[in-house]
């Protein structure tokens, strides 16, 4: 069965500087994608990046980029240049592709809190 | 484009009532996601739709919850009866699907409060 773990609960970063949030994951499948989610104090849910297991390369979008370490099942979420706005909850996820259906499975998410 | 709506945002309950959360997904997604959201649990996936047919009922959900997808457009979820445990957000997603690599689009979500 799948499994997301982060193990960071939450992190407080300055403004304009960088931070990487954890997740490892667990799977048996030998390909899978792996997705970051953003959830704001709204508690609005919105799609950042998406890793692709069978791919080398990392995952970059505006200023979030991803660090894929296929050997120790794990996908980093780098931010680059926080700003303010950046604080909120991120949850990591995967889906396998070998399922019948499209099912996501989160992890515990990690609070960040970027301070001026 | 309109996005995933949900209504009512907030719904307070009963123990014993029934009550009814809708979603209407982003026009021309054919997956929908029903997720409920607690503190403790975190992102737990309830039922899953892949164009209008049940795909997945939610295992330790089936006996009090139950998803419906009468339309591509719309979604039910009805919760028979509530209990205070049942308190929590429930959030609908949406998706084009095609693949396991499809982001899903989420809705507000329905902050349920079962007393």
């Known amino acids: 069965a799948q499994k997301v773990t982060q193990t960071q609960t939450s992190i407080s970063v300055m403004e304009k500087t960088t931070v990487t949030m954890d997740c490892v994951y667990e799977?048996?499948?030998?390909?899978?994608?792996l997705f970051w989610y953003k959830q704001t104090a709204s508690g609005e849910i919105v799609f950042l990046i998406r890793?692709?297991?069978?791919?080398?390369e990392n995952a970059t979008v505006g200023h979030y980029s991803l660090n894929f370490q296929k050997p120790k099942s794990s996908i980093g979420l780098i931010i680059t240049a926080t700003q303010i706005e950046d604080s909120a909850v991120y949850f990591c996820?995967?889906?396998?592709?070998?399922?019948?259906?499209?099912?996501?499975?989160f992890g515990q998410g990690t609070s960040l809190s970027v301070v001026p | 484009d309109a996005g995933v709506t949900q209504t009512p945002r907030h719904e307070v309950a009963e123990k014993g009532q029934t009550i009814i959360l809708k979603c209407e997904p982003v026009?021309?997604?054919?997956?929908l996601f029903w997720y409920r959201q607690t503190k403790i649990q975190g992102l737990e996936l309830l039922s899953y739709?892949?164009?209008?047919?049940?795909?997945?009922d939610g295992g330790a959900f089936k006996d009090r919850f139950k998803a419906e997808m009468l339309n591509s457009s719309f979604s039910t979820l009805k919760i028979q009866p509530t209990e205070p445990k049942d308190s929590a957000v429930y959030l609908c997603?949406?998706?084009?699907?095609?693949?396991?690599?499809?982001?899903?689009?989420f809705g507000p979500g329905t902050r349920l409060t079962v007393l």
């Open positions: 739709f892949r164009s209008k047919s049940l795909m997945e």
């Open positions: 996820a995967m889906s396998e592709a070998s399922s019948s259906f499209s099912k996501l499975v």
């Open positions: 026009s021309g997604h054919n997956d």
């Open positions: 997603a949406s998706s084009l699907g095609g693949g396991r690599y499809a982001e899903q689009f």
């Open positions: 799977t048996q499948d030998s390909s899978y994608f």
């Open positions: 890793q692709d297991s069978y791919k080398k």
